[in-house]
């Protein structure tokens, strides 16, 4: 198959699943042209829901998205799942080419799935999701689902990847007291208390509702539904997908959508930017790394003198990367 970039980018945009794989596969490596090709298709996209759900490990977070994303299917929506570090598999599927496995949920009707690494991202969200998600944006996904377990940065990352954020809870592992310590409030537009078959299922609602009721929101602003689901029946899955249309609305007729996309453009803008700036840092120190180093053990400057200097050299230009 012809993977030039301008195959590439008129594959992806008539939504080819091998030249959206493939890309994914250059950009998620860091490939250079992949940069290319990417800018090329920036203006194609702005039309995916773009969904973050986190949680934590085992807690049925893949077994949801799965339920979900057959429902968006059977609405005629193409849909597209994102698994970060996934540790658990999606269902059904056969394996196409290189870690994507297409899930059937009726005749030739598919949903393309895409395992990730958080590589380089101090263990938040890696520049690859960001540029993942645009790439299954421009190539016509109504839907995109980002699963990341929700523990150390890719779960305060999420909210800055996705418009829509889903935090899930299970009964009976202390998650209510873990989610007051990792910030959850702050992230979750949706609460999901998955395996509400279990005991405690009461319980956890509650202690839910209780702090949301000291959390202050605004006029306007939208507040957090508490849903309940057996992912594994299916049962409360549709309540999930009104709730997720709820906040998609809300979302385009409030100005908090809009802050949120600029938010999430930001957020990309500053991670390719730290990628970049990091790149060319390491070739201009790359001839005098050892030299700088020996000369701060000797005293001779400090370190942070020695950033200083090859920032400075970066920023003029005077690098040996055009
Ligand atoms: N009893 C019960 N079990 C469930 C429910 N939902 C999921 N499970 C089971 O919980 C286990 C973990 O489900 P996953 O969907 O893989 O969970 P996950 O959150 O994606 O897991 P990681 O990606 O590994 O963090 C599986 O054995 C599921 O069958 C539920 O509602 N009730
Ligand atoms: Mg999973």
Redesign the pocket.
């Given at each position: 198959m012809d993977f030039s970039n301008e195959a590439l980018i008129s594959g992806v945009k008539a939504g080819n699943l091998r030249s959206v794989s493939r890309l994914i596969t250059l950009a998620e490596n860091g490939v250079p042209r992949a940069r290319t090709v990417m800018a090329e298709l920036y203006r194609s996209g702005g039309h995916a829901h773009v969904i973050g759900v986190t949680?934590?490990?085992?807690?049925?977070?893949?077994?949801?998205v799965d339920q979900l994303a057959s429902t968006f299917r059977k609405d005629g929506k193409k849909v597209a799942i994102l698994a970060i570090d996934?540790?658990?598999p999606f269902s059904g599927g056969a394996v196409l080419g290189d870690r994507i496995r297409m899930v059937k949920t009726a005749e030739d009707d598919t949903i393309f799935i895409r395992s990730m690494a958080t590589r380089g991202a101090l263990g938040g969200l890696s520049r690859g999701t960001l540029d993942a998600v645009q790439i299954l944006d421009a190539a016509g996904f109504d839907v995109i689902f980002v699963?990341t377990?929700g523990v150390g940065q890719a779960e305060v990352d999420i909210v800055r990847t996705a418009d829509t954020c889903v935090v899930?809870l299970v009964p009976g592992m202390g998650d209510s007291v873990q989610a007051i310590k990792a910030g959850i409030l702050e992230i979750a537009d949706l609460f999901v208390i998955?395996?509400?078959?279990?005991d405690g299922a009461d319980m956890l609602h509650k202690d839910i509702r209780v702090l949301l009721s000291l959390a202050e929101y605004e006029e306007g602003s939208f507040k957090p539904p508490i849903l309940r689901?057996?992912?594994?029946?299916g049962s409360g899955v549709s309540e999930v997908v009104e709730s997720l249309g709820e906040h998609t609305r809300w979302l385009s007729s409030s100005k908090e959508g809009k802050k949120r996309r600029l938010k999430i453009l930001e957020e990309r803008v500053m991670k390719i930017a730290s990628e970049i700036l990091y790149e060319k840092l390491a070739q201009v120190a790359h001839d005098r790394v050892a030299g700088l180093i020996q000369d701060c053990f000797e005293k001779r400057t400090d370190p942070y003198a020695v950033v200083e200097k090859l920032v400075g050299e970066v920023l003029s230009g005077n690098d040996k990367t055009e």
């Open positions: 949680g934590s490990p085992g807690a049925g977070k893949s077994t949801l996934p540790t658990s699963e377990v899930v998955n395996k509400a078959d279990r689901t057996i992912a594994t029946e």
